[in-house]
């Protein structure tokens, strides 16, 4: 369980993620955090995001990234919280319509790999 979700009661995460749907409906609530058995990439300074849901997961895999301190030899690693890695071509609304909670947020973890040894 996240911070976030440990903080906020389910009624306040409930109305946060209503406010920006109805602000920007085009979009999807992400909250993306650092898994915790991965001590080797590092925090990520935001962990909400309103992503188009037209964006793929590569594309926002890309995003992250750019966020976070990781040498270029490192993989990064975007999980549901259902522990599952959606397709790079997935789009953002369709692994939102499939794996968001019942708060209205995507709740995702990153980790990171060594590729290229």
Partial sequence: MSNYRAEKSLEARQKECAAMKIRYPDRVCVYLSRNPNCITVPDIEKNKFLVPGDVTMSQFMAIVRKRIEIKQCESIFIFTEHNTMPRSSDTMQSIYN??????????????SESTFG
């Fill in 98 to 111: 499939y794996y968001h909670n019942i708060d209205g947020f995507l709740y995702m973890t990153y980790s």
